[in-house]
Every structure is written in structure tokens, then in C-alpha cells.
């Protein structure tokens, strides 16, 4: 089944971060169950992430419903390197492991260190808020972040995400066709 875009970003500004987990809530425009994320590298400079997630918010800061699932790129690959100038790199389509609709907002996770500073682009459609969080592991893979740290809360800001698109969730079952036996009579 093709996958329908479902939110969307226009870059306006710049930023460069290290050693942080940044969390975004992406208010969507439809809905699914399967996903694929995009990411656009800013001037200036490559932007290396050693983990990125997606997982659905539970409507309490930036925490989600389950374990967030890790996004993946190049069949399987952990984090991504986009190295050149408005560069996009694409995940591989996940499996969140439960349908979500356009009433739900999607967290999208990025994790990088002190050695991979990012610089990265920003959105300010109001579609999205983002929010910082310290941590020397990584966050990408933990439901509950609780309240961002640094004291950040960037309202309408998206780091680099510009493209999210998914699959629908699978409809009801199709139902089986009915069969009969229909009783034959010989004549003669």
C-alpha cells in the first residue's frame, strides 16, 4: 500500500546543539500504523545522529505510549550521517505496533553527542513543538522523558524532520465468502 504524507515542514532558521535528546510533537494530518521519517541536513555542515524514533504521545509533555521505535536507515542502519548541504535522508518504514489517527501527535526523537554537534534546520509551522533533554545515553528509547530539561521548549520548532508519511492502518477484515451446498438431484 503507498504511503500518504501526513505532516510536512518548511525550514526557516538554524540551530547546533550537542550531547542531547531532542523530542518533537508532530500534530498530523492523518493516520497509520507503519511510518517513514525524513530528515534535511542545514548549511554548514554534515549532521551525524547516533539514534532517531518514533512513538506516539500520551499526551503528557513529551512521553509516549510505549517504548519509542527506533527509526532505522539504509536497511537497517542505527542514527544517520547527512553530509552534504540540503541533503535528505529517508528512513526505512517501521512499525509503530499500534494504529494511530489524526487526533494522536507522533514524538519524533534525535539523539546526538558531544562529538557529533549538530547544526540543523527549524520549521515554525505550528504543527509542531519541540523540547530539549540532557542526557549522557540517549533517549530515543524511553517512553516516559518527563519534562524537558535546559529549561527549553521550543514552541514550533522541528529539528530537520520536513516529511512524515505513513501507511494506513489495515481496515476490518475482508470477509470470507459464504459457501453453500446446494443439493443435487439426478433426474432419471
Not at 558531544?114 to 549522557?136: E, K, P, Q, R, V
Amino acid at each position: 500500500m503507498p504511503l500518504t504524507t501526513i505532516y510536512t515542514s518548511s525550514q526557516v532558521g538554524t540551530n547546533t546543539d550537542t550531547t542531547i535528546s531532542y523530542r518533537q510533537r508532530c500534530v498530523l494530518t492523518g493516520g497509520g500504523q507503519r511510518a517513514q521519517v525524513s530528515f534535511t541536513c542545514v548549511a554548514g555542515g554534515s549532521w551525524i545522529a547516533d539514534h532517531a524514533s518514533v512513538g506516539i504521545l500520551t499526551g503528557t509533555n513529551w512521553d509516549t505510549t510505549a517504548t519509542p521505535v527506533e527509526l532505522t536507515f539504509s536497511s537497517g542502519g542505527h542514527g544517520f550521517n547527512v553530509a552534504a548541504t540540503g541533503q535528505t535522508i529517508v528512513s526505512d518504514e517501521i512499525d509503530l505496533g499500534t494504529p494511530f489517527t489524526s487526533s494522536n501527535k507522533l514524538v519524533v526523537i534525535i539523539d546526538w553527542n558531544a562529538s557529533n554537534g549538530a547544526s540543523w534546520l527549524f520549521g515554525t509551522a505550528a504543527n509542531c513543538d519541540a523540547g530539549y533533554f540532557t542526557t549522557a545515553s540517549g533517549g530515543y528509547n524511553i517512553a516516559s522523558a518527563g519534562a524537558p530539561g535546559l529549561g527549553s521548549n521550543l514552541s514550533k520548532a522541528d529539528a530537520g524532520l520536513v516529511l512524515i508519511q505513513a501507511e494506513p492502518a489495515a481496515g476490518a477484515p475482508i470477509a470470507k465468502p459464504i459457501r453453500r451446498v446446494i443439493p443435487v438431484r439426478r433426474i432419471g
